[in-house]
């Protein structure tokens, strides 16, 4: 049974997304004079490629069928106890009858709970995963906005029209990719040390 949404991945993005793209355009000075040079990225296909947001994807995923595991042992209880309140119901006396009644309440009263702190739990990971992932792409895109002088940074689906804009998108992954392994493999030395000298 899906006890709750397994497409819990990055659920409010497109509005993140919005307030992000909003704050990087405000922080950025409009110049009257000169050319004005504009780039847009696209925040979907940086989301579907770049190796930070695929990890952040799989540790949601991981957590979220743990807790799916975790509910589903708990309803199998519940049926279980259920079908056998049925098939043994007229052979129990009223008191035992009572106190499975009462059993399987209580189950289905620490059901609703688990699945409720499961589902704020989800959120809660999604919402902090979202979060680390549009701040490395943010520092990455104001770098490359300095950099190269841009004036403006926009995303890719909130464009009706624009002239002479460049999409540097795939550059964003490729740094934020290459950042990322970086980082990864920072972490991963301290555990390769500590398994040679067992």
Do not use: C, H
């Given at each position: 049974?899906?006890?709750?949404?397994?497409?819990?991945?990055?659920?409010?993005?497109?509005?993140?997304?919005?307030?992000?793209?909003?704050?990087?355009?405000?922080?950025?000075?409009?110049?009257?004079?000169?050319?004005?040079?504009?780039?847009?990225?696209?925040?979907?296909?940086?989301?579907?490629?770049?190796?930070?947001?695929?990890?952040?994807?799989?540790?949601?995923?991981?957590?979220?069928?743990?807790?799916?595991?975790?509910?589903?042992?708990?309803?199998?209880?519940?049926?279980?106890?259920?079908?056998?309140?049925?098939?043994?119901?007229?052979?129990?006396?009223?008191?035992?009858?009572?106190?499975?009644?009462?059993?399987?309440?209580?189950?289905?009263?620490?059901?609703?709970?688990?699945?409720?702190?499961?589902?704020?739990?989800?959120?809660?990971?999604?919402?902090?995963?979202?979060?680390?992932?549009?701040?490395?792409?943010?520092?990455?895109?104001?770098?490359?906005?300095?950099?190269?002088?841009?004036?403006?940074?926009?995303?890719?689906?909130?464009?009706?029209?624009?002239?002479?804009?460049?999409?540097?998108?795939?550059r964003v992954i490729d740094i934020y990719n290459r950042e990322w392994r970086g980082k990864k493999n920072q972490r991963q030395q301290p555990q390769q040390q500590q398994q040679k000298k067992k």
């Amino acid at each position: 049974m899906k006890v709750f949404d397994s497409n819990m991945y990055f659920k409010s993005i497109g509005t993140a997304f919005f307030l992000f793209f909003l704050s990087l355009l405000l922080s950025i000075p409009l110049y009257a004079q000169g050319k004005f040079k504009v780039a847009f990225v696209d925040l979907a296909k940086i989301i579907q490629e770049a190796e930070a947001a695929k990890d952040a994807k799989d540790k949601l995923q991981a957590e979220y069928k743990k807790k799916q595991e975790e509910l589903k042992k708990m309803q199998d209880e519940i049926l279980k106890l259920q079908d056998d309140v049925v098939q043994k119901s007229k052979f129990m006396s009223q008191q035992e009858l009572d106190k499975k009644k009462s059993e399987i309440e209580k189950k289905q009263s620490d059901f609703l709970s688990k699945l409720r702190e499961a589902e704020a739990e989800i959120q809660q990971l999604d919402s902090k995963l979202t979060q680390e992932v549009l701040e490395d792409v943010r520092k990455i895109i104001s770098d490359i906005a300095e950099k190269d002088n841009y004036d403006l940074v926009l995303e890719k689906s909130q464009i009706l029209y624009v002239k002479d804009a460049d999409d540097i998108t795939f550059r964003v992954i490729d740094i934020y990719n290459r950042e990322w392994r970086g980082k990864k493999n920072q972490r991963q030395q301290p555990q390769q040390q500590q398994q040679k000298k067992k």
